[in-house]
């Protein structure tokens, strides 16, 4: 499922940031330590992910979830800062 998940600082995908998700943690807040207002998941076969990947605002509560690889999601109603993996 190689996949790259891109938090950026524009809307409509602008000015992104890659992690690879192939290593990072489950179950964990992980905070790449700048507001985002859009994200995107860049997964050459398009085969969708085994896990759900979920964007948040500050303070690790409350997501929203990334529902399609290769496609680009604005950060509606809050600005991005944090974002998870669940099994």
Known sequence: YPATIF????SGCGSCTGYDLSIQPHQT???PGFNF?????NQP???GLPFGVYTGPIGCSTF????QVNTCY?????IGWDFKLTP
């Open 7 to 10: 938090l950026c600082k524009e």
């Open 29 to 31: 807040c992980l905070v």
């Open 37 to 41: 207002a859009s994200v995107t998941i």
């Open 45 to 47: 076969s398009n085969q």
């Open 64 to 67: 929203a979830q990334v529902p």
């Open 74 to 78: 604005n950060a509606n109603n809050y």
